[in-house]
């Protein structure tokens, strides 16, 4: 069997979006979609609550006092507004998993044409959404673990954000502090990624259970420390071009209509970006996961009533 190495995981990435670009386009659509209606939705609960107040200008201006007043006067609408990013994840969520089948399925698979990827698309992610639930329930421990460091890290830095001066004084401890917790959130990203792969390309051959798939990516994925390097790398560029743009955008005010257009625009691309970085990620993962030893075969033996 011919061994994937990690520059071959990279060079998948690239070919999977430049051979599905229609794939990446559609999942981009429906990501701006839930994020547009999510802002809309927050625009009017705040509108309702600060739009007769002058002060609120100031808070959007990035005033401290001004911010916090306003954050005190409309508790109720923030609370509120919480209530709605907290719903637009838990949908997303639920989303994402058909989604993530979906285009899995594609790259596994490799369609010719609009509609064989369009059928391949629907029927992958319709097919694996209930198994890719099963798997979200399965890494509850490890997102517990998270809470738990990062509640641990915080709690030790707690006392030093009491006397910075500084964004240096303040964001050293706190990227310190979140370390550990990033460092095990990649690694289960990392595990629940290749089992979602796996449960896609064996689902009509093998029927393997989410269980046992997710336990044997465990240990994939612990003995092969590069899968975890190159879903870092992964978070890299998403970072790079994250931060690429609030350097750019620092200091360049843009005003009026002309300058929200061109803002959302700006902002459009980035996204557009990160989710084509995404799914170059997800094409190395199965390229590399393609060569992992196959699972048991789930035998169903019916018994047949004596006459």
């Not at 954000?161 to 917790?181: C, D, N, R, S």
Request: net charge positive; hydrophobic share 55%.
């Amino acid at each position: 069997m011919t061994r994937v190495g990690l520059a071959d995981m990279i060079s998948a990435g690239p070919r999977a979006v430049g051979r599905y670009t229609g794939t990446l386009l559609t999942v981009f659509v429906v990501q701006s979609l839930v994020a547009v209606a999510c802002m809309l939705a927050i625009a009017v609960v705040l509108a309702q609550a600060f739009s007769h107040m002058p002060l609120w200008d100031d808070a959007v201006d990035g005033d401290p006092v001004a911010l916090a007043y306003c954050l005190r006067y409309g508790k109720a609408s923030v609370l509120a507004s919480s209530g709605i990013v907290f719903g637009a994840i838990a949908m997303w969520m639920l989303i994402s998993w058909f989604l993530v089948g979906g285009i899995n399925g594609v790259l596994a698979q490799r369609p010719e044409g609009r509609s064989e990827t369009a059928r391949a698309f629907g029927a992958s992610g319709a097919s694996t959404f209930l198994a890719y639930a099963r798997l979200a329930l399965c890494s509850v421990p490890a997102w517990l673990l998270v809470f738990v460091l990062f509640a641990v890290g915080m709690k030790q830095v707690a006392p030093r954000f009491e006397h910075a001066l500084t964004a240096a004084q303040l964001l050293v401890p706190l990227f310190v502090a979140m370390l550990p917790a990033m460092l095990v959130l990649h690694v289960a990203w990392t595990i629940t990624d290749y089992a979602r792969v796996e449960l896609t390309l064996r689902q009509d051959t093998h029927a393997p259970s989410a269980v046992m798939t997710y336990l044997r990516s465990v240990a994939y994925v612990l003995r092969r420390p590069r899968t975890l390097v190159h879903g870092a790398l992964g978070w890299l560029a998403f970072a790079l071009v994250t931060i690429g743009y609030m350097v750019l955008a620092q200091g360049h005010p843009m005003y009026g209509a002309e300058g929200a257009v061109t803002l959302f625009v700006i902002r459009q691309g980035v996204a557009l970006a990160r989710t084509a970085i995404r799914f170059g990620v997800l094409g190395g993962q199965l390229e590399l996961a393609k060569t992992r030893p196959l699972p048991p075969r789930r035998v169903q033996v019916q018994a047949s009533a004596k006459s």
